[in-house]
């Protein structure tokens, strides 16, 4: 099991930033692949952002050269920095957590943070 917790959401202007933090339960070494995903009303939930557990990251098109993900493994944190904000980077942002056990693997969602870009 792994608990999720994002906090950092907010509204901000266009063009300006925020830092989104997701603190894991347990080390994030241990977790395969941890990331963002987001959702706006009326879409589906689309990635933003993932690193794995050898520090690969895989961002989004609509987000590269914006947003950089980040990790703190001394507090079992993944952060996203998101600069540049557009009205179309609003949305509910979801912390995700991929686990593989052996040939299982699990799927954990934190409770979301609302992103709103507004001016």
């Known amino acids: 099991q792994v608990q999720l917790v994002e906090s950092g959401g907010g509204l901000v202007r266009p063009g300006g930033s925020l830092r989104l933090s997701c603190v894991a339960s347990?080390?994030?070494?241990?977790?395969?692949?941890m990331g963002w995903y987001r959702q706006a009303p009326g879409k589906e939930r689309e990635l933003v952002a993932t690193i794995t557990s050898g520090g690969s990251i895989n961002y989004a098109d609509s987000v590269k050269g914006r947003f950089t993900l980040s990790r703190d493994s001394a507090k079992t944190t993944v952060y996203l920095q998101m600069n540049s904000l557009k009205p179309e980077d609003a949305a509910v942002y979801y912390c995700?957590?991929?686990?593989?056990?052996?040939?299982?693997?699990?799927?954990?969602w934190g409770q979301g943070t609302q992103v709103t870009v507004s001016s």
């Open positions: 995700n957590a991929h686990v593989l056990a052996g040939s299982i693997l699990s799927t954990y």
């Open positions: 347990r080390s994030i070494f241990s977790i395969n692949a």
